[in-house]
C-alpha cells in the first residue's frame, strides 16, 4: 500500500519559517516528479513547488519563490519543502504529491499527480 505521510507543520509567528517533510512508502519514488500544493479555507487548492526525478531545475509559484525551497532525498524516499519569511497568507493545508513524468504534464496541476498525502496544517499568526 502505498502512503505519503506529510509531517512539520504547525503554528509559527510571520516571517519564521518551517519545514515540511513528505516521507513515501510502499513503492520507490526516485523517478517522480514531487510536488507541494496547498489549499487554505474556503479556497482551491493551488500549487506551490514540484522537484524532478534528480533534483534540478525546482519550479515554484510567483508567491513563494525567493522564500520556499523544495528538496528531495531519494535514498530516504522523502521530499522537503524549506519555508522561510512566512507570511499569514502562507496559512493553509499543505499536501504533498508525487507524479510520473509525462510528456503532457507540466506537474502545475493536480491531475499530474496520482499520489497524494493527507496534509499537514500550517497557521502563521500575524
Known amino acids: 500500500q502505498v502512503q505519503l505521510v506529510e509531517s512539520g507543520g504547525g503554528l509559527v509567528q510571520a516571517g519564521g519559517s518551517l519545514r515540511l517533510s513528505c516521507a513515501a512508502s510502499?513503492?520507490?519514488?526516485?523517478?517522480?516528479?514531487m510536488g507541494w500544493f496547498r489549499q487554505a479555507p474556503g479556497k482551491e487548492r493551488d500549487f506551490v513547488a514540484f522537484?524532478?526525478?534528480?533534483?534540478?531545475?525546482?519550479y515554484y509559484a510567483d508567491s513563494v519563490k525567493g522564500r520556499f525551497t523544495i528538496s528531495r532525498d531519494n535514498a530516504k524516499n522523502t521530499w522537503y519543502l524549506q519555508m522561510t519569511s512566512l507570511k499569514p497568507e502562507d496559512t493553509a493545508v499543505y499536501y504533498c504529491?508525487?507524479?510520473?513524468?509525462?510528456?503532457?504534464?507540466?506537474?502545475?496541476?493536480?491531475?499530474?499527480?496520482?499520489?497524494w498525502g493527507q496534509g499537514t496544517q500550517v497557521t502563521v499568526s500575524s
Open positions: 510502499g513503492r520507490t519514488f526516485s523517478s517522480y516528479v
Open positions: 504529491a508525487a507524479g510520473r513524468p509525462l510528456g503532457t504534464s507540466t506537474f502545475r496541476r493536480q491531475r499530474d499527480y496520482g499520489y
Open positions: 522537484i524532478n526525478w534528480n533534483g534540478a531545475s525546482p
